[in-house]
């Protein structure tokens, strides 16, 4: 069975501040891990994923996520944020067996 | 373009009453997905197509049907609507890539079941 705990449902940062979103995982055999980004009224969009390979993935719109075995892990960062950026985050897992499987959401507020 | 168009974009129906959410993709994707967002849920996968002619269930399937009626098109029926259905569903599309998992996402079908 395989799982993601997305830590806080919502963030909150200055424009400009660093944004982190926690995303841990739990799976029995080595994971595929994605973040998709959801903005007001749409459908999900797919930021990056992991799958094989470096474990710092880079993504769309400046964002970036590294993949922690040890910690089992995939935070999503962004070194300074955007008032664009505000949107509802989710991060995902599957082991390529099995279909996706995913967090309840992280909402990141950025104030200006 | 399109990508992933999906038809109604809100609905609002009575107990009982059935209805189709259409899906269609553009980008020649062989899987197919519908899901449903609820507050606080995250995604919840209800039916999935792996290629044309396939179908399988997802995480909550009851009360629920689909159609792949060609590469294109999915379809997603409720027979007998219920309260627990209204949702927001997503209908989704992606590559039969090593991941085999949805890229693109509709904007989604808003439906109230009173």
């Known amino acids: 069975a395989q799982s993601v705990t997305q830590l806080g449902s919502h963030v909150s940062v200055s424009e400009g501040a660093l944004v982190l979103l926690r995303c841990n995982y739990s799976?029995?055999?080595?994971?595929?891990l994605f973040w998709y980004v959801q903005y007001p009224n749409q459908g999900l969009q797919l930021l990056l994923k992991?799958?094989?390979?470096?474990?710092l993935v880079k993504g769309i719109n400046g964002f970036e996520a590294e993949f922690k075995k040890s910690e089992t892990s995939f935070h999503l960062t962004k070194p300074s944020a955007h008032m664009s950026d505000a949107a509802e985050y989710f991060c995902?897992?599957?082991?390529?067996?099995?279909?996706?499987?995913f967090g309840k959401g992280t909402m990141l507020l950025v104030s200006p | 373009n399109a990508g992933v168009t999906q038809t109604p974009k809100f609905q609002v129906l009575k107990t009982g009453q059935s209805m189709t959410l259409q899906c269609a993709q553009d980008m020649n994707h062989n899987s197919m997905y519908w899901y449903r967002q609820d507050p606080g849920m995250g995604l919840r996968l209800i039916y999935y197509?792996?290629?044309?002619?396939?179908?399988d269930k997802g995480e909550v399937p009851n009360g629920y049907n689909v159609s792949r009626l060609n590469k294109r098109e999915f379809s997603l029926r409720l027979e007998s609507a219920a309260p627990s259905q209204t949702s927001v569903y997503f209908c989704?599309?992606?590559?039969?890539?090593?991941?085999?998992?949805?890229?693109?996402f509709g904007d989604g079908t808003r439906l109230s079941i009173l």
């Open positions: 989704a599309s992606g590559l039969a890539d090593l991941t085999n998992q949805p890229q693109h």
């Open positions: 995902a897992v599957t082991t390529g067996y099995s279909t996706l499987t």
């Open positions: 992991y799958t094989t390979g470096a474990t």
């Open positions: 799976s029995s055999v080595p994971p595929y």
């Open positions: 197509s792996a290629s044309e002619g396939t179908t």
